[in-house]
Structure formats: structure tokens, C-alpha cells
């Protein structure tokens, strides 16, 4: 009886040392082509210190490599005044995607405002995210500047920029 029970034993050892090495295996593996497609991203983002407040809509796309690419239009309004600004903005991203589907993505928004002057770039934007329903749909938050900037116009009293950013992103195609 004691043969048979080691021989069952040493079995079991041999398969959960093999799942264990599979496993050390996977946390090293390159998880980045579990985000791969085009996304149509609805974003909001409330400013600290201000009432405004900017929607979104855009695109985003994942290489599955680690890049993304994102266009989109909103719009900022002031919900004390009801003023509103319109504004067109790219975005370039690197990506980062974890064995338990969260991600990180960093990158570069650069914004134009409709029919006025000027624009802005703003650097280091980092945002977190999770992938859900099997790839096709994206939880995404973040801070945006990354840090507070103050902004000063002529005749007016200085301004905080910083602003909570939550968007959800649904998978248009399917690769």
C-alpha cells in the first residue's frame, strides 16, 4: 500500500512543479497583444479649482505591441457661465498591459481649440486601465496634467489646471 501511495504522491509533485514553472513562465511573457483594436473612447474630465468641465469622444488604437494612437473632439464647458470651447486633440501612447488584464499607458495629448488661436501639448499624461468582457471594453482613469499647473490670463485671477479624467473605451472592430 505504502509503494503505491508514494508513487501517487511523486506523481502530484511532478505536475504542480510543471505548473509551477508554466506559471513563472506566463508572469514573464508579453501580455501588450491582449489590447489590440480600434476603440470608439467617451471621456470626462472634472478640473479641481474650476467648474469646467470636458467631454470627449474619440478614437484610440492598440498595436498589441505597446503604441496607441487616439483622435477625438469635445468640448469644455464652464457650468457657472455656460460658456462653452470646442477643441480637436491627438494622442500618442505607450502601453503596458498585466498578466490580470489592468494596464498603464503614458503619453503625449497635443489639443487645438476650434476657431481660435493656439493650441497646447500636454506631457507625461498617465493613465490606468482594466480590460473587461473579454477585450471589448476598456475602464480607463486618470490625471490630466499630471501634475497641478496654475494658469494665469490677462485680467483675470489665476487658475488651477488639473483634472480627473474617467473614460470608457468599446472595441469597434475585431481583429
Request: charged share 15%; aromatic share 8%.
Amino acid at each position: 500500500m505504502y509503494p503505491q501511495l508514494i508513487v501517487y504522491v511523486l506523481a502530484a509533485c511532478v505536475v504542480l512543479l510543471g505548473t509551477g514553472s508554466a506559471i513563472a513562465d506566463d508572469e514573464h511573457r508579453n501580455h501588450n497583444a491582449s489590447l489590440k483594436g480600434t476603440y470608439r473612447i467617451f471621456t470626462t474630465l472634472n478640473n479641481v479649482g474650476s467648474t469646467a468641465i470636458l467631454k470627449s469622444l474619440g478614437v484610440i488604437t492598440y498595436d498589441g505591441k505597446g503604441h496607441a494612437q487616439m483622435s477625438d473632439s469635445g468640448t469644455i464647458i464652464d457650468s457657472n457661465s455656460g460658456a462653452a470651447i470646442s477643441f480637436e486633440e491627438t494622442g500618442k501612447f505607450t502601453y503596458k498591459v498585466n498578466r490580470d488584464g489592468s494596464f498603464t499607458q503614458e503619453g503625449t495629448f497635443t489639443s487645438h481649440p476650434i476657431g481660435e488661436p493656439g493650441g497646447y501639448v500636454i506631457t507625461g499624461v498617465k493613465w490606468v486601465g482594466q480590460i473587461g468582457g473579454r477585450g471589448s471594453i476598456l475602464m480607463i482613469s486618470g490625471t490630466i496634467p499630471p501634475e497641478p499647473q496654475i494658469f494665469t490670463s490677462e485680467g483675470r485671477v489665476p487658475s488651477v489646471r488639473f483634472g480627473v479624467m474617467t473614460g470608457t473605451a468599446v472595441r469597434m472592430d475585431k481583429e
